[in-house]
């Protein structure tokens, strides 16, 4: 297949792994990026934008790279952190008062980050409609009961987490969490990623492709806490590829960009906090994104995960890469991000052919293998 971008030649195998995943893993449109001490050493793409093959993936290409999107939001909340805007150890209510509602006065910001805080689902089903309603979701979510006692068990907050924090970087900066993102990190480091987008961009969006199989955890028992975290969430393709959706911001699925954008906003974490000229902070407040918060079986997701700032550490059953000192997620259907402090190492991948994998996509594991081999 024909392959677009760039790859140094030390990381050339990476291309016969990329081309594999089209033929044996049933890639339709697909691009992976790295970079190794602050320099992009892959930058590739392929395939097309389309199930019918119609539309070439471009250089420009953006997706919905769904809870890839999550980590723009761990970001931001360090920045402000380390900026001494955000105590990450204060109540949530400190911020936003109107959460302290039915005792969540012990929910702190930190037990956001790390899926503690034990609001993984709004109170009922939300309709489209209100779940793109930014004030209504919040509003929904700052009368809720938690679901347990914050800070002593996580589970996965698959949507609320977006607005969570995305509310409090709101209340400390006046901004919504698309607006502080876009004028603090992406236009400062230069990465074409979007939460909330301009319609401007929409002729450049790759269609998402459906799982062939769906995935088990969205067939659980409605009153299980997974049931209930899922229940009535339409967040298929179909939804997705909407005008409404794309326009929202939905911090923790909704963010539209591609695998260079990814790596262009998270390689600073991998560099002590400096990256493409910028200090998006320093080098003591990354050092705390690998300080593992809570460990245990996720509520939600049913396996085992240790949560840091945000970012999930390696653990025996996922161990991400070689190094001790790594930080990472994924997106529903595949996209992924890993970060590597040892080896100053960012690398994504990011496509349109969903899979039912809840992580460790088998086509972003791949790709991240051959890169630390030739590493």
Excluded at 144 to 170: C, D, F, K, M, N
Excluded at 250 to 257: E, F, K, L, Q, S
């Amino acid at each position: 297949m024909e392959i677009h971008g760039t790859c140094d030649e030390k990381f050339s195998s990476i291309l016969e792994a990329f081309e594999k995943n089209f033929a044996e893993h049933g890639d339709i449109g697909a691009c992976f990026a790295a970079t190794v001490e602050g320099e992009y050493v892959v930058d590739i793409w392929g395939g097309h934008q389309d199930e019918a093959k119609k539309r070439p993936w471009e250089k420009e290409t953006i997706i919905n790279v769904y809870s890839t999107t999550k980590t723009m939001t761990f970001l931001c909340a360090l920045m402000l952190s380390d900026r001494d805007q955000l105590n990450l150890d204060a109540p949530v209510a400190l911020y936003w008062p109107e959460f302290a509602s039915n005792n969540k006065d012990n929910v702190l910001v930190k037990h956001l980050l790390s899926h503690s805080a034990g609001l993984p689902g709004f109170s009922r089903a939300l309709t489209n409609e209100e779940l793109f309603d930014w004030e209504f979701a919040c509003n929904d979510l700052a009368r809720q009961q938690t679901w347990w006692t914050p800070g002593t068990q996580a589970g996965y907050h698959a949507i609320t987490q977006g607005h969570l924090i995305g509310e409090v970087i709101r209340r400390v900066t006046g901004k919504s969490f698309g607006q502080y993102f876009n004028e603090e990190v992406a236009q400062k480091v230069g990465a074409d990623f979007y939460v909330g987008v301009d319609e401007k961009d929409f002729g450049r969006i790759a269609d998402l492709v459906a799982a062939k199989e769906t995935l088990p955890i969205l067939e659980m028992d409605p009153q299980s806490i997974p049931g209930r975290v899922f229940a009535g969430l339409d967040i298929t393709p179909d939804t997705t590829g909407s005008a409404a959706w794309r326009k929202a911001e939905i911090p923790a699925a909704n963010g539209h960009g591609n695998a260079r954008s990814v790596v262009r906003a998270q390689t600073a974490l991998a560099n002590q906090g400096k990256a493409f000229g910028t200090e998006l902070m320093s080098k003591e407040t990354c050092a705390m994104t690998l300080q593992p918060q809570i460990s245990g079986n996720d509520l939600v997701l049913g396996l085992p995960v240790t949560y840091g700032l945000g970012y999930a550490l390696k653990n025996e059953m996922i161990p991400m890469g070689p190094n001790q000192n790594v930080i990472w997620w994924g997106g529903a259907g595949g996209s992924s991000i890993v970060i590597d402090a040892d080896a100053h190492v960012c690398c994504s991948y990011v496509m349109n052919q969903m899979d039912n994998n809840i992580v460790g996509d088998p086509r972003a594991v791949s790709l991240g293998s051959v890169l630390f081999e030739n590493l």
